[in-house]
């Protein structure tokens, strides 16, 4: 009897490799579990734009799975298209932290359904953003008044070092928001209480499961909700330290050695 019956990966960092790809052996050892009964949720801070490139991958399309973009705050039953969880930023919190961002020089990102929006199209930082998703960048002069569409999430981009402070800052100026860094230079922010853990639970409670069912794999900040959620929480070798210490099993491989294959194997397929 399978115990993990949901497969909960994250992509950059864990199921892709350095290079933004998907190995063979990730592939093929998924589509095994599978077949055996395994469903997978691909968890990402990504929009769902830039996850479903990694779902045709793994055969999504026809083997069905979910899509959980923007870190938790849309999910997708990727083999039916039925939307099942949606919450955005309400304008007016897209109007502050706009305005905020501007204030302290950082910055930021809103998602239409195609399209990255930014007043800083040439940072280094909004261009790695548009590449890991395949998205084209639309500059802006003023990008609260341009953002006229519903966006799950902004995104405030910098140097490490700045963002670290930036984050202190905007949690404090934010206590009705999720904040938290994907990256060491992507800041992340959300409507309250969006995070892996939390969407992930909505999901096994339409289809009768518990965290029990889930193994969850992971490497970022972003990741340490699901990985503290999940019956078996997997850490890649490349994971922040924090979500090692989390995890109920920190992999001896990293993303470029299918850690997330071997642990599948290991947990899912019981080998």
Partial sequence: ????????????????????????????????????????????????????????????????????SFNGAKIINYGTGEVLYQNVLSKQDVQAIC???????VPAITYSNEALYSTSAQSIYVQ?????????????????????????????????????????????????????????????????????????????????LTAQNLMACGDGFNDLSMIQYAGMGVAMQNAQPVVKEAANYVSPYTNDEDAVALAVEKFVLGR
């Fill in 99 to 105: 305005a905020q961002a501007a204030a302290l020089g």
């Fill in 128 to 208: 790695k953003e548009a590449a890991i998703n395949q998205m084209p960048v639309v500059e802006v002069a003023n990008l609260a008044e341009a953002t006229t569409f519903d966006t799950p999430k902004c995104l405030l981009v910098d140097d490490p070092e700045k963002l670290v402070q930036v984050e202190a800052y905007m949690k404090e100026k934010f206590p009705n928001l999720s904040i938290y860094r994907s990256e060491p230079y992507f800041l992340e922010i959300m409507p309250q209480g969006i995070d892996k853990a939390f969407s992930l639970n909505i999901l096994l409670q339409r289809y009768g």
């Fill in 1 to 68: 009897m399978m115990q993990y019956k949901f497969i909960a990966l994250d992509i950059d960092g864990t199921l892709a490799n350095s290079q933004k790809q998907i190995s063979e052996k990730n592939k093929a050892v998924l589509a095994e579990a599978v077949s055996k009964g395994a469903s997978i949720a691909l968890v990402s801070g990504r929009p769902t734009f830039g996850i479903e490139p990694t779902a045709k991958a793994l055969g999504m399309d026809k083997t069905g799975g979910f899509i959980l």
